[in-house]
């Protein structure tokens, strides 16, 4: 992993692909651990952490993790997701948040040396191709070893530097869990990717 302690970086950290990501892996995220893992080995100078928030309710079962994350070093960018009724009346949550992700990479490049991405969406090629033209280094981490791979090729093969989630994350372990099995009782939600799920499964619900 080539981080340098000099260089001016920035986090963009993908709610709902890093919660699916460590899940498929069988960890879950410490972001206290994760900002001072990422802060001990180069300048962070800005975290950004990304979630579309169901606010149908009146209590949000993200807001724990939210309310921490704006008050612990992490700069908060939300917005509404839309609830729908798939053809097969199937309730699910549509909450993308590229646009968001995108357009901070561009209006930060000029400012920072490196750009971490929390992301495996192969969409962000384009973006990080942009970030790269403007001279700044942009890494992507997720993972080649979780089942399916959650790194589009296309975009691991674009970014200067991929990090393998895989052997990083027990440097930013929470508690360790089962990958790829199914929980008989839901854990409270902390990320947004718990709103993806089907109803049986879903605490929103």
Known sequence: MNLKKDEKTCLFIDGSSLYST??????????????EFFAAKTHVIRAYYYAAILDTEDYSPLKPLTDWLSYNGYFLVTKPA????????????KGNMDIEIA????EMAPHIDHAILFSGDSDFRRVVEAVQRQGTRVSVASSMRS????????????????????????????????????????????????????????PLS
């Open 103 to 106: 357009v901070d990479m561009m």
């Open 147 to 202: 089942s399916p791979p959650l790194i589009g090729d296309d975009l691991r093969r674009q970014a200067d530097q991929f990090l393998e989630l895989a052997s990083l994350g027990a440097n930013f372990t929470r508690r360790q869990t089962e990958p790829n099995r199914p929980r008989t009782n839901p854990a409270p939600v902390r990320h947004p990717a718990d709103q993806m799920s089907e109803p049986e499964d879903d």
């Open 82 to 93: 839309r609830e729908f009724t798939d053809s097969t009346g199937k309730r699910r949550v």
């Open 22 to 35: 460590s899940r498929s892996l069988g960890f879950d995220v410490d972001y206290k651990k994760l900002l």
